[in-house]
């Protein structure tokens, strides 16, 4: 079922949203959105200012405020796109080392249950609150999207190296939750497409301390992981629905 080929020549989605937009991933994929003739573009943040700082309601960019770890936020920005909702969601979130300095473990031997909770809490939880409640607002007459950065270590068959224990939990439970949610929203979307994506590895702040180790030319520029990004989810149908893609098109085992 991989999809490896030429983005198909759809049209963009009139409105859709970014959780996530002023990380690396999430603000090319609002600036390659808008350049692809999206009508508006939701970006969410801590700090509620969208990308290249702007902030009027009037323009294709529509800033908002959310927290992964405050439901509330992620509610109240539901809200604010009741009246014009996106066709297309993506969860741009994710953390790899936390704001500590802690990063993946490499033995079960440093697994800390605080910090194994913050990292499910930001990897897993949150994404699964911006699913609730941004899930039901997506048109049922028509396609619509809903996607999440995963990850490949991720996948339960393919690894073969262990360690990384927190991160890789966490983006286990929430390719799981994305089959989870692809098979109910079948039920009364049926055009819709729940998928995951794992970007590879992008130079962002999340990669920045094991990019030393990386082979020439594995690391990619944020600005061409999104426009691979989207080029899956153009290709994407809903028998695609509740799987995990690369950014070639090909399926992350589960």
């Not at 990619?220 to 950014?247: T, Y």
Request: charged content about 20%.
């Amino acid at each position: 079922m991989d999809i490896v080929g030429k983005p198909k020549p759809r049209p963009a989605p009139e409105t859709a949203a970014v959780f996530g937009s002023s990380g690396g991933i999430g603000a090319a994929l609002c600036d390659a959105l808008l350049r692809g003739g999206c009508r508006i573009v939701y970006a969410g943040s801590r700090s509620g200012t969208g990308p290249s700082g702007s902030d009027n309601p009037r323009s294709a960019i529509r800033p908002f405020r959310f927290d992964l770890t405050d439901e509330d936020s992620i509610a109240a920005a539901a809200a604010e796109m009741k009246g014009d909702p996106p066709e297309l969601v993506i969860a741009a979130t994710g953390i790899l080392t936390l704001s500590d300095g802690t990063g993946p473990e490499r033995t079960y031997k440093r697994i800390d249950p605080a910090a194994m909770a913050e990292v499910l809490a930001l990897n897993t939880i949150g994404p699964a609150m911006i699913a609730k409640h941004m899930m039901p607002l997506m048109p049922r007459d028509r396609r619509s999207v809903f996607a999440a950065l995963s990850a490949r270590v991720g996948s339960i068959s393919d690894n073969g190296l262990g360690g990384w224990h927190s991160y890789r939990a966490s983006k286990a439970a929430l390719n799981m939750l994305i089959k989870n949610f692809a098979l109910e929203m079948a039920r009364t979307h049926k055009d819709s497409v729940v998928a995951g994506l794992h970007p590879g590895t992008v130079d962002s702040a999340l990669s920045q301390p094991f990019q030393s180790n990386l082979p020439d030319g594995q690391l990619m520029q944020p600005g061409a992981a999104a426009e691979n990004l989207l080029g899956v989810l153009a290709q994407l149908e809903p028998q695609h629905s509740g799987h995990v893609f690369d950014f070639a098109g090909k399926i992350v085992p589960a």
